[in-house]
């Protein structure tokens, strides 16, 4: 509409048509143009209200110590008690708000009556009562309905921070309790015992494979130029090439744009974390931090998947976007940006299967990095580390010459039904499978996460219940979610330039990216070439 507005502008110009046509034309396109932002934002509200997850508060109340014990374990900020104190006073406003509501009903069945029954002096005086009583009883119901929201909202944002439940196997503690389960590589040996080690950044100059854009962007963005660039094409297309056709995951480029509320089902503090997304101004929008969140959107809120359709794999390429960047030795560079290129593994999966899908991306993952020569480490990530999201999670984390230290280029995730219970992911499950999940629930000791109960909306909403009682199918059951780091773009670039440096400069290029660089094998410095 804006081009058609410029459009017809022009031609006024050369036409010169009167004010009053050009008023006249001017305010249509506008209010066309009007309507349809109207159109795109009423859809935008559709979809961002299925997204909104539905509460089991009273589980959350009579589970409060099992809850309590692992939030801590988790070191969560979640007000529990607080939590629950407010969730009781939200129970006594809305038995209140309900006593209101059903009178309001009352008095309009009555009114409906009167009016069936003609008009007399009786009846009139008992009218003009109950009109009273209804004026009354609509002023009652606006406070009560504006402290009713107050309560719902303030316990729906606490409880959606409480974290998935954790698997028995995990260490508990902070970062620095991570077990490492596997040595994989040599560190590299390509340089002289005195020779000085160049990190990425210096390298990068040399080469000229990295520039800053602070000038075009601002601080923490950059531009991979010649082989760098090259790098990232090769990197993304051999990761996601070899997940499609070796492992037969189904290749989807995910969109940049997101809603916050999908962001914040899948465990980002979309609205009360603000260094966790970039927002768009003006639009309930926001960029996509990972294509994890896109990916499980294209599910959210569907009819049951069938069972045979499960696990569903999926691998997204997409751009990322993170406002937080730190400063620092550790975060020099291109090791933590704003921006950056990923390929990413998300699965769907039975209950059942996902401990042992967990296994599988995290060997994809092993496979990955060794062919690319590096040399790192797999971690077994603690409570404290998990985020809110993960029953469990595995680090790989890469040499990093210049730090002499490791450095984080991948993570696994087991998200169990933590996802899938806020978007509403479900299967249609075979009586098999429904007792094959009780097996594991009694086996585990698992206590059903605590969040969500998608046949119980404590927010006055009757929506029918998914179960059919008069099929013999058992109930449709949340699925599992998983996601997992293929190539995370910059810092692999990172490590391959500073683990392959050469004495003469050089950067050898990993042999499975050659045939993706023309059979490229060496980057040379820009003064040699």
């Known amino acids: 509409m804006l081009k058609l507005f410029k459009n017809f502008n022009q031609c006024n110009n050369k036409l010169n048509l009167n004010s009053n046509l050009l008023k006249y034309y001017t305010s249509k396109i506008k209010q066309i143009d009007q309507n349809e932002i109207n159109q795109q934002q009423q859809q935008q509200h559709i979809i961002v209200n299925q997204i909104k997850p539905r509460i089991d508060f009273q589980f959350i109340k009579d589970n409060e110590n099992q809850i309590k014990e692992n939030i801590i374990k988790r070191k969560s900020p979640v007000e529990l008690e607080k939590l629950i104190k407010n969730y009781d006073e939200y129970r006594i406003i809305k038995k209140e708000l309900d006593t209101f509501r059903a009178k309001r009903n009352e008095i309009a069945s009555k009114m409906k009556l ?86 990425h950044l210096e390298l990068g100059e040399s080469l000229g494979v990295i520039r800053s854009a602070s000038k075009t962007t601002g601080h923490k963005y950059y531009y991979f130029t010649r082989e760098g660039a090259m790098l990232e094409m090769a990197l993304s297309y051999w990761a ?203 086996n585990y000791k698992i206590i059903p996460s605590p969040q969500i109960d998608n046949n119980n909306n404590n927010n006055n909403n009757n929506d029918d219940d998914d179960i059919d009682n008069s099929s013999s199918l058992p109930p449709p059951l949340f699925t599992h979610t998983l996601n997992g780091t293929a190539c995370a773009i910059p810092r692999l670039i990172l490590a391959i330039l500073e683990n392959n440096q050469q004495s003469d400069g050089s950067v050898l290029i990993p042999k499975v990216l050659q045939p993706f660089m023309n059979n490229q094998k060496v980057i040379l410095p820009l003064n040699k070439k």
């Open 114 to 199: 009167m009016m069936k029954s003609g008009e007399n002096n009786n009846n009139k005086n008992d009218k003009l009562e109950l009109v009273e009583q209804g004026k009354k009883i609509k002023e009652d119901l606006i406070e009560l309905e504006e402290k009713h929201d107050k309560y719902f909202n303030e316990i729906t944002s606490e409880a959606l921070k409480i974290p998935n439940n954790t698997h028995p196997s995990v260490p508990i503690g902070a970062e620095s309790n991570a077990n490492v389960i596997k040595m994989v590589g040599e560190k590299p040996n390509y340089l002289k015992a005195n020779e000085p080690i160049r990190d």
């Open 240 to 442: 996601f090439s070899k997940l499609t056709y070796k492992y037969g995951f189904q290749s989807v480029i995910t969109p940049d744009l997101i809603h916050p509320n999908l962001a914040e089902a899948c465990g980002f503090h979309a609205r009360s974390d603000a260094d966790q997304l970039f927002w768009i101004k003006d639009r309930d929008l926001c960029l996509s931090a990972t294509s994890e969140i896109p990916l499980a959107g294209m599910y959210s809120n569907e009819e049951p998947l069938q069972s045979t359709e499960l696990p569903i794999k999926m691998v997204g390429y997409s751009h990322c976007f993170r406002p937080e960047a730190g400063r620092g030795l550790h975060n020099k560079g291109i090791y933590r940006v704003h921006q950056f290129s990923k390929v990413e593994m998300f699965i769907i999966s039975k209950p059942h299967q996902s401990n042992e899908i967990l296994d599988e991306l995290l060997k994809i993952q092993i496979e990955l990095f060794s062919e690319l020569g590096l040399h790192f480490r797999v971690l077994d990530m603690p409570s404290e580390d998990l985020g809110a999201p993960a029953y469990r999670k595995y680090d790989i984390e890469v040499w990093i010459p210049s730090k002499q230290e490791y450095g984080e280029i991948s993570s696994a995730s087991n998200c169990t039904d933590y996802q899938s219970k806020r978007l509403n992911i479900k299967y249609q499950s075979t009586k098999d499978d429904f007792q094959i999940q009780q097996s594991v629930e009694n």
